[in-house]
């Protein structure tokens, strides 16, 4: 990326100057100033190295590129999106993207890209500084989980989106129903692990329905916990078991979910 793509930040910011505050009561790792920060550095980024990480990926960017095929050469505002996996998996698609992250620090993996396709901001994720239906298409993945005010930031990204809204969340199914045990099982193995909010579905349906998104299309990624395919490192076997299961039923509580949802009036 051209330098001064990284040093003109449109709306760049002091650390938690008018960020949003977390909740007093909310876990330590949900709702943040920085919610996307984690999510950008380079420890983060080392959990999706070698062949399995890759594959892990692989099938978010693949549902991903899938589902912004009705928009070709889109302008994307991704939020929160400095770990860079959604720049990657669009850009080779000819998409324009925009990425806004809180801080300057938040755009780690980004910076390492070259592309006059994509572009930076820094600011509050709650608070989008850009006109209404200014961007076809609008994207979050990694940051419903640890945003604070996460129906704020939905609604916003509702707001500017021209045609359709695009996040990722987990849900309280497969995996998730065991999720103290699997959280210290993910500690001992990745050490950074940070606690995330579970969703039901149907509380982001309906905000973004509220919003006029009343077209959606969602798909679970994994059945198994993605902590068990890190173990495995086997990608070959991982596929097996993922497309076995999903076959006998399975795929009614893959998660985390990724979902599409289309504006009604475009």
């Known amino acids: 990326m051209k330098s001064e793509k990284l040093t003109a930040l449109s709306t760049a910011v002091h650390f938690g100057e008018g960020l949003a505050k977390p909740h007093p009561a909310a876990p ?56 860079g996996h959604v720049a990657k998996a669009l850009l080779v698609d000819g998409h324009y993207i925009r990425i806004r992250a809180s801080i300057p620090d938040a755009l780690g993996q980004v910076r390492h890209f070259n592309d006059d396709r994509l572009t930076v901001e820094t600011g509050p994720l709650v608070a989008l500084p850009h006109p209404d239906r200014s961007f076809d298409v609008v994207t979050a993945f990694r940051v419903l989980a640890h945003v604070g005010q996460w129906e704020e930031v939905l609604r916003e990204m509702c707001r500017v ?46 905000l973004l ?8 299309r969602s798909v679970g990624q994994f059945v ?15 596929e097996l078991l993922e497309r076995g299961l999903s076959t006998l039923g399975g795929a009614a509580i893959a998660t985390p979910i990724i979902l599409c949802a289309r504006r009604s009036d475009p």
């Open 161 to 206: 989106a021209r045609y359709a809204v695009i996040v990722d969340f987990s849900t309280q199914r497969a995996g998730n129903l065991f999720g103290k045990q699997l959280f210290d099982l993910k500690k001992s193995i990745e050490g950074d692990t940070r606690r995330y909010r579970l969703f039901r579905s149907e509380q982001v349906c309906n």
């Open 28 to 83: 330590a790792d949900i709702g943040t100033p920085c919610p996307d920060l984690v999510s950008s550095s380079d420890r983060y980024a080392r959990r999706f190295e070698g062949p399995a990480g890759e594959w892990l990926l692989a099938r978010q960017s693949s549902l991903l590129r899938e589902m912004m095929q009705p928009w070709p050469a889109a302008r994307v505002l991704d939020i929160g999106g400095g770990h």
């Open 224 to 238: 198994l916990p993605m902590v068990l395919h890190r173990i495995l490192k086997r990608p070959a076997l991982s």
């Open 209 to 216: 329905r509220a919003s006029g998104f009343g077209q959606s």
